[in-house]
């Protein structure tokens, strides 16, 4: 592994954690894993959908999804709707408790970010603003990378 593969490894899962924490206790929103976060934001993207297209858009095994779904229908995360075109279907959908808290998180992140990047000197701004694209690239294609492995 290269040095540059090596750190940033280091450095994304600690930033995220940071962020998620830093926003939940500046909102003073309720602990939800990261887990069932991903699965809110698909919603929040795309909604209803069966949790078989949640597992395969997330890259999770179907049970995995399943158990999920049971957890966050019981804390009012997400609603069952049947199907429109097959009653035995079942679709999941976010329910507003779940919009408001994504509003929130999203909002108190925003507000945490702006603050510290207002404290970082132009060139460093400018350094991160001419990272975003290369971040999205890596996302890309490690969401392709995965879509090409089995799930969980």
């Not at 592994?1 to 924490?21: D, N, V």
């Not at 991903?38 to 999770?60: F, H, I, K, M, W």
């Not at 957890?71 to 679709?91: F, H, I, K, N, S």
């Amino acid at each position: 592994m290269t040095e540059l593969a090596a750190e940033l490894s280091r450095t994304i899962g600690p930033l995220r954690r940071a962020m998620l924490r830093a926003a939940r206790l500046a909102a003073g929103l309720p602990e939800l894993p990261e887990a069932q976060i991903q699965v809110l934001r698909a919603l929040a993207v795309e909604s209803p959908q069966t949790s078989g297209d949640l597992a395969a858009g997330l890259q999770l095994a179907r049970p995995t999804v399943s158990n999920m779904i049971r957890v966050m229908t019981a804390d009012d995360l997400v609603t069952r709707v049947p199907g429109v075109d097959d009653l035995r279907q079942v679709l999941i959908a976010p329910t507003p408790r779940a919009r408001d808290l994504l509003r929130r998180y999203d909002e108190a992140a925003g507000a945490i970010l702006d603050e510290i990047l207002g404290g970082l000197d132009d060139d460093a701004r400018a350094v991160l603003a001419d990272a975003l694209p290369v971040l999205d690239g890596l996302t890309a294609a490690l969401v392709d990378r995965m879509a090409n492995e089995p799930p969980d």
